[in-house]
């Protein structure tokens, strides 16, 4: 996923959204995007390196429909959706209707992230946030089938 998906679904004549830019360095931090779309749901995004061998830094980005987990142990479900240019974490505003995503978009936490592991299939960090602190960990499910069907579980702070 690159962000050629990114560009190629928005009309940035019509967007207030960003475009893309390419920064080398991450700084670790992660994002969490209240969007009030057609549904509500949350927009989770972690400044990384696209691939585990990339050198291109991109916000790699779920749709959380349910919201984020609370208590150790809860799962929540996460659709992976294109990744986003890292200028996105600061977004917030309203996309039009018509535009893809059309509606509000607020910033409901954001911080740092201290990643632990990462493979194709399973990420786990630590995050720094106003809401969101502790560890937690996004796993591929494949669930129903879907190929960006994703959970993200709060763990415990022992589980290493
Ligand atoms: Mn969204």
Redesign the pocket.
Known sequence: MSLEKYKEKRDFKKTPEPQAKNPTRSLNRFVV?E?H?SHL?Y?FRLEMPETEESKTIVLKSW?VPKGLPEKIGDKKLALQ?EDHPVNYIDFEGIIPEGSY?AGL?KIWDKGSFQLLNRTDKLIEFILSGQKLNGRYSLVKTNYGGRQNSWLIIKNSPKTV
Do not use: I
């Open positions: 995007q969007h779309a749901h927009d749709a959706v995503g978009v």
